[in-house]
């Protein structure tokens, strides 16, 4: 028998939220691995004939589409979206998520709120009880990067969350910088005691941009495993 890869699942979640996509749709289009199968569908059903009209969420996102022929369109130009289909780090059971694992979770929230629905595409691994185990992306200005990062610390600590904050490095070791010109931290905290208190503080602070945790935001969840699919909300 073979084993039933993590890639298998993120492409059975994908073609389940195609389902989703009628003709005319507006549509929010994710960033990751998990995104990627959903745009590689859609493209091919856009090249047999689908009439949709596209908003990418990150640069990455933006190429594969302009490969595949998508029609694309700015958030700016089309501000109200039918449908975003995004993945995720994790998601509770509360469908509140960890996103922004790519860097790209500013524009990934920006899309999603302008968005009827947010659906989330994931391998059944990106379940958790509690949120945390994957380190917290948060997107903040070049400018201030120390300070903000101790005042993330502090206000994080203030809901229970402690542990180690570091500035996210390319694979060649520079500074990552997000598709808007910021720096990305990532907070290996642990488990968060208290995320929409935490999402709440982090939003107060001057230097943060964005922060990855998405509550409220997400109408459901499609997750797919080895045995099958299961749609969460
Ligand atoms: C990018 C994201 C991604 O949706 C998240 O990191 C999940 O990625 P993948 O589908 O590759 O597991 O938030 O900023």
Redesign the pocket.
Known sequence: MTAFSSDAA?RLAAAEALKLVAPGMRLGL???????HFVDLLGARVAGGLDVICVPT?EQTRAQAEQLFIPLATIDSVPELDLTV????EFDARLRLI???????LR?KIVATASRRMIVI?DSS?QVKTLGAFPL?VEVTPFGLEVTCRMIRATAEATGATGSIRPRQTAGGKAFISDNGNYIVDCHFGALPDPDELARRLSAIPGVVEH?LFIGVAKAVISAGPEGVEIFG
């Open positions: 993120k994710g960033t990751g691995s998990t995104a990627r990150s995004d993945g995720a780090d996103k922004g694992g790519g860097g790209a979770l990934e994931a990106k992306p990855g």
